[in-house]
């Protein structure tokens, strides 16, 4: 159960990120004037969201936050109070907190101080925001007289602390009166008669007094005066009225529990006392029979009363205090959940489809073909893997979600003025690239707003106007995502970053550069060009990780830059992390996957070209350098190895993230195609520098090759696996 | 037999959070997530109880409440509110529209299971 209870709570986080994410997108558009109904309704409902979910799952600083949150919001969504420019403020900052809080429940955060935002929101409650606008309605709430209010709207008094988690209403109060000289507890009285339509509604009123016999009770008494003759009796209706006696050591609670869900207009009394003699007019009005009662002394008093709702239900009040909110076209996505494995075992399984009709493609005449209608059925298997593959597909708005409040906190930090343009965030991606941009996307807009909009000062200076511009953008072009960030700042300055460069020994001193050459040195491990460490960029990560992170996805970080006009940084990332752009190359007679996202060039070496050295086994010559060479069927050992000079081979050269460009020796190349990724079970011993495996056209598995780990000093083991989830 | 309960919340963990609960208190749960989706599966299920949230996309609470309660057939099966809500206004409008109780989340399982039995033996 508490494995369940981590699955669940997981699953809760998830819509808390949901939630936050409509929370933030409606309070924007409310800071930018946009205060219909919906829209608050919208904000009410996520935090509301997040604050059941949190209260289940025992985050008592996240429930009791967000409770004052949605204090306000529900002012607000009542129309009680304006939502004022201040007030939308407040609860901007009061909604950092709240993710902040959400993030604590995870334990990534420390829990934040909340004290300074509680109190704006309190304030709010008090003065509606604002000083100008006065609380009229509830302060003539709490003391106007009655009779002025038009709808008989009661105002609920001092009742909320003995506020009962289950009770639709108070039942009745009972007083104690009992003293420490009594030894034995004196047997309780229940008098029950349920309301004519205590039926209605799904109620069972026998269901209450077979609960009180479970406490030990006994009917003494059924009151049948109020049965009509037979043909007037409605089958709907209640008529019977019972007296219980249950024994005294019953505590109070336990009885009141049992009304918990009494039907309204029922009259209900417990007091301790000795049974009421059984011609006592139990039907009888509540006020006469309490006056009729004999009571034996020491008197409990018995308070009682019908449970009628307060005045302030009648329908036409309601309907007055609170119109429908409007609930077509709301931007809430119709969505159902579905457990990702599931997914991808779709995933594999049409994988497995493809491969079965390449198969028979192999095998069959194109005359044959046609007579059994492959080409329809490869086309409809195709159809059904890009659909399977949408599937995985999420609005990229989720990484994108994160980037407001992060501006605005760098706004405070920087001084600097920043607005954001947001184009294309309902663009779809595969949930694995999704998860893994959010980092890059990070540190990319914090170098745009640290290295490129410039100080308000120097802004105006230039001519520019004092709020720099960050335009976050997202597109789709064939099968690849284009992610830009770009700042409309001062551009990068390629005389400072390449004086830097040959500063940092990146490049020599003589090198000559193209521009896009010295804006790529932005990306170079170790080189950072921002004069003081700031609390920004200077947290030890650069646009190298950038690089990596998107090329470790199979992508590429392009930088173009204007001088004076501002620089975009473009992720170009693939749609799906389940499908990859492989070479197929044969090392001894067996095939293995090459991802092409590595491969800079293949060479048919010279006789010379490859020699051994003494240390490092050989090297390849390419115009003028000396690469390494790895013989791959070395490496895994396969049978004939070096059964192939180098002559006789090929030599591929890969680019790696951590011993930049090596050549691996194969025997040859067979083709080059997309493959389904299939991860490799959890029960194979890992073995370094294979990744993966997929089935080729004629159903022979061919595993995929991991550059990083095979030609890396010791880059750890990494798996593919179809979902592109692997941690 | 045991009984079969629906579940309307439009929140996935509390749905399973409830379905975990009462699973293993005995009951059979189906669920929806939201009030649409509840009323049409009222049809294909025929619940002994209904448990619904109120904040709901898509047909809140009281309006599922008032279309299950002007279906003939669903006219005697109870129906529970669990909300965090807990304003007597809003608890009379459910009563109003047609709910036999009303209980607040959080919800401890044990207590949820005494009041479910109480409507629903």
């Known amino acids: 159960m508490s494995d369940d209870l981590d699955d669940i709570q997981a699953i809760f986080f998830e819509e808390c990120a949901e939630g936050l994410a409509t929370a933030e997108s409606g309070l924007s558009a409310m800071a930018a004037g946009d205060v219909s109904a919906k829209v608050i309704a919208g904000v009410f409902r996520a935090v509301h969201s997040i604050k059941g979910g949190a209260g289940a799952f025992g985050h008592v600083a996240l429930t009791a936050f967000s409770h004052r949150f949605e204090n306000v919001l529900d002012e607000v969504r009542a129309g009680r109070i304006a939502p004022t420019p201040g007030v939308t403020r407040v609860m901007l900052t009061a909604f950092d907190i709240l993710s902040d809080h959400v993030a604590a429940s995870q334990g990534t955060k420390p829990v934040p101080a909340d004290d300074a935002v509680l109190a704006a929101l309190d304030q709010i409650l008090v003065d509606g925001g604002a000083p100008d606008i006065v609380a009229e309605p509830m302060a003539v709430a709490v003391v106007a007289p009655m009779d002025d209010d038009p709808f008989g709207f009661e105002p609920v008094v001092a009742e909320v602390e003995s506020f009962d988690p289950f009770g639709f209403e108070p039942v009745t109060v009972a007083l104690d009166l009992l003293d420490d000289s009594v030894a034995e507890p004196v047997p309780w009285t229940v008098t029950f008669v349920p309301s004519n339509a205590a039926l209605a509604n799904g109620g069972e009123p026998m269901l209450i007094v077979r609960e009180l016999e479970m406490l030990g009770g006994t009917v003494v008494a059924a009151d049948l005066s109020r049965l009509p003759p037979l043909r007037d009796l409605e089958p709907e209706h209640a008529y019977i009225g019972w007296t219980l006696s249950l024994p005294g050591d019953v505590e109070e609670q336990a009885i009141a529990d049992c009304f918990d869900f009494v039907a309204p207009n029922s009259i209900v009394e417990y007091a301790r006392g000795v049974v009421v003699p059984e011609d006592a007019p139990v039907a009888a009005p509540v006020v006469e029979m309490l006056v009729a009662t004999p009571i034996a002394p020491p008197a409990p008093l018995a308070v009682a009363r019908p449970t009628a709702p307060p005045p302030a239900s009648s329908p036409a009040a309601r309907a007055e205090e609170h119109p429908e909110p409007v609930r077509a076209g709301e931007p809430v996505a119709q969505t159902i959940r579905v457990d990702l494995t599931k997914l991808d075992m779709l995933l594999n399984l049409v994988g497995e489809l493809v491969i079965r009709g390449s198969i028979l493609a192999d095998r069959l005449s194109p005359k044959d073909q046609e007579r059994v209608e492959l080409p329809q059925l490869s086309r409809l298997t195709r159809e059904i893997q890009d659909t399977v593959m949408s599937l995985r597909a999420q609005p990229i708005r989720q990484a994108f979600s994160r980037v407001p409040r992060m501006l605005r906190d760098l706004s405070v930090e920087t001084g600097k003025q920043v607005i954001l343009e947001t184009i294309g965030e309902t663009t779809e991606v595969d949930k694995g690239v999704i998860e893994k941009i959010g980092d890059p996307l990070t540190h990319m807009i914090r170098n745009a707003v640290d290295h490129g909009i410039e100080s308000p000062e120097r802004r105006l200076a230039a001519g520019k106007p004092v709020q720099g511009t960050i335009r976050l953008s997202a597109e789709q072009k064939g099968a690849r995502i284009f992610v830009r960030v770009a700042d409309d700042g001062a551009g990068i300055d390629r005389a400072r970053v390449r004086a830097k460069a040959i500063e940092k020994g990146i490049v020599a001193a003589d090198a000559v550069l193209t521009d896009e050459e010295i804006d790529q040195l932005i990306c170079a491990p170790g080189f950072s060009t921002a004069e003081t460490i700031s609390n920004i960029s200077g947290r030890g990560v650069g646009m190298d990780v950038v690089r990596s992170n998107v090329e470790a996805l199979g992508g590429r970080v392009e930088i173009s830059s204007v001088p004076g006009k501002g620089t975009t940084f473009t992720m170009v990332l693939p749609l799906t992390l389940a499908i990859l752009e492989g070479m197929i190359v044969r090392l001894a007679g067996q095939r293995f996957v090459l991802p092409l996202a590595n491969v800079i060039e293949t060479v048919q070496p010279e006789p010379g070209q490859v020699r051994p050295t003494t240390t490092t086994g050989e090297v390849i010559e390419l115009r003028g350098d000396y690469l390494p060479v790895r013989r791959l069927t070395r490496t895994f050992g396969l049978a004939d190895n070096d059964a192939l000079t180098p002559e006789e081979s090929l030599v591929i050269i890969v680019e790696s993230e951590t011993a930049g460009h090596v050549g691996l020796m194969v025997d040859t190349i067979d083709d080059r195609r997309e493959v389904v990724i299939k991860s490799l079970d959890q029960n194979l011993h890992p073995i370094r520098g294979l990744g993966g495996a997929t089935i080729l056209g004629d159903g022979s598995i061919a595993l995929i090759l991991d550059i990083e780990a095979l030609v890396g000093p010791s880059a750890p083991l990494t798996r593919y696996t179809p979902k592109g989830l692997a941690a | ?121």
């Open chain 2, 1 to 121: 037999m045991s009984k079969t309960i629906l579940t309307v919340d439009d929140s996935a963990s509390m749905r399973m959070l409830l379905k975990a609960s009462l699973t293993a208190q005995g009951f059979r749960i189906e669920a929806a997530n939201d009030g649409r989706h509840g009323l049409e599966r009222m049809s294909e299920v025929k619940p002994d109880l209904l448990i619904t949230d109120i904040n709901m996309p898509e047909m809140d609470g009281f309006e599922l409440i008032e279309a299950v309660r002007a279906k003939p057939e669903f006219r005697g099966v109870p129906i529970l509110v669990l909300s965090t809500e807990f304003s007597d206004e809003k608890k009379a409008r459910a009563r109003d529209a047609g709910a036999t109780g009303w209980i607040t989340k959080p919800f401890d399982a044990a207590k949820l299971g005494t009041a479910i039995r109480r409507v629903c033996p």
